[in-house]
């Protein structure tokens, strides 16, 4: 059955230490399904190797970001660290009232941003890894980063995780085909939800 319905996106946010596989589950995500797009970022941090401007982050210098932040142009923003990320109200918004749904890879405080504000459009899904000793080994897998940073990394994420009873799925992240299965069951129920659904089942029937 088609998933399309007269309804607005839903907004998926998800969270999670680095190297827990975020961005590998977000990516699949929306290759898999139809309907859903990823949220791009913008940051002040340098592309990694691999990353190209535009794909998975827009990359923008700190008075650009200034001004965006002036301009009440993110939905929500954040110090991650030592750098800044935002997410694009107009782009997440403009996807919704098409009725497209949105995937965000977002850090917890800017997740608890949108909490305040969107809370009830928004599903939100914390993705742990197996063990810290599994995330270090998977940042330095990524290859892109010293060991200062990787260290850095891991002592945020153990902060990170002390937030994850504010969402509402917990994907661990040990096997990735496991994973990817329970990320597309939480979309699926999502769009099979009553809120999702209604305006359908109201337009089919005389409810
Ligand atoms: P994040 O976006 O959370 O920082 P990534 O998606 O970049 O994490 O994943 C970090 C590294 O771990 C990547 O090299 C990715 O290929 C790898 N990875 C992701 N999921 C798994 C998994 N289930 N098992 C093993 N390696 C994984
Ligand atoms: P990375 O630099 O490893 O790609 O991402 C670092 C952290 O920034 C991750 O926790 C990621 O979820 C978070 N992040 C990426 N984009 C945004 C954003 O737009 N807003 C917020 N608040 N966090 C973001």
Not at 91 to 106: E, P, Q, S, T
Not at 123 to 133: D, H, Q, T
Not at 171 to 184: P, T
């Amino acid at each position: 059955m088609s998933d399309k319905a007269n309804r607005e996106g839903s907004l998926f946010v998800v969270s999670g230490p680095s190297g827990a596989g975020k961005s590998t589950l977000a990516k699949r995500v929306v290759e898999s399904f139809d309907g859903i797009e990823f949220s791009i970022s913008y940051t002040t941090r340098l592309p990694r190797q691999g990353e190209t401007n535009g794909v998975e982050y827009r990359f923008i210098d700190d008075a650009e970001f200034d001004r965006m932040v002036e301009a009440g142009e993110f939905l929500e923003y954040a110090g991650v660290h030592s750098k800044r990320y935002g997410t694009s109200r107009e782009d997440v918004l403009g996807l919704c009232k098409r009725g497209i749904d949105v995937l965000l890879d977002i850090d917890v405080q800017g997740a608890a941003q949108l909490a305040k504000s969107l809370k009830e459009s928004c599903v939100y899904i914390f993705v742990l890894p197996p063990s810290i000793e599994e995330c270090r080994e998977r940042l330095k897998g990524r290859g892109d980063i010293d060991d200062e940073f990787i260290e850095a990394r891991l002592k945020t994420a153990l902060l990170e995780i002390k937030e994850v009873g504010a969402y509402d799925y917990i994907i661990i992240n040990e096997d990735l085909e496991d994973s990817m299965e329970r990320l597309f069951a939480v979309v699926t129920a999502e769009r099979t939800s009553l809120k999702a659904m209604w305006s359908r089942a109201k337009e089919s029937f005389d409810i």
